[in-house]
């Protein structure tokens, strides 16, 4: 197995609301001292809701890519929140869907050369419907798809978003 790095230092180069952009001195098990730049986050959480037997995705718009994307709502964990919570309040934010039945399912890093950030993946059950609550940048819509229409948007590459399809793997995994 290989020895850990050890790290010497840490500073933020660069904040915003949502992450600090960072550079940390480590070292080497070889001795030798290198750089490595990160953007550090809280954290995030994924939902996966199931309503009627559909699963309620988002579509919205991603600047970066300069396309629409089909996702499972989440966003960024608020520091005030538990990841429960945080969960719930993304889910009626996006969708405007109340959970009554939350579970996690699991864990992961979404690009873990670029970002420490942990995506907590919920699956939400016995959802009542509510309205959206949408933060002033964020225009969504909703789409309700079965499983079988989902795994045709991905094979299709309709869904292209890659915290989704770690979501799904995982769910997919817990839930045959």
């Excluded at 609301?17 to 960072?22: N, Q, S, T």
């Excluded at 690009?111 to 420490?116: E, I, K």
Aim: with cysteine; glycine share 6%; aromatic share 12%.
């Amino acid at each position: 197995m290989f020895e850990k790095f050890s790290k010497v230092s840490e500073r933020i180069i660069n904040s915003n609301p949502f992450w600090d952009y960072k550079i940390d001195e480590y070292t080497l098990p070889n001795g030798k001292v290198e750089l490595y730049y990160y953007a550090h986050t809280p954290g995030s959480t994924m939902i996966i809701p199931l309503w009627k037997g559909k699963f309620v995705l988002t579509v919205q718009y991603r600047y970066l890519n300069q396309k629409y994307s089909i996702e499972f709502p989440g966003g960024g964990v608020k520091p005030d929140l538990s990841l429960v919570e945080n969960a719930k309040a993304e889910l009626l934010q996006e969708t405007g869907f109340l959970s009554k039945k939350i579970e996690q399912i699991g864990i992961f890093n979404p690009c873990n050369g670029l970002t420490d950030e942990i995506c907590t993946v919920f699956f939400a059950t016995e959802l009542i419907k509510q309205t959206q609550d949408l933060d002033e940048s964020e225009e969504i819509d909703i789409l309700l798809l079965s499983e079988q229409e989902i795994l045709k948007k991905i094979k299709s590459g309709e869904i292209w978003d890659g915290m989704t399809l770690a979501s799904w793997c995982l769910f997919k995994s817990l839930h045959l």
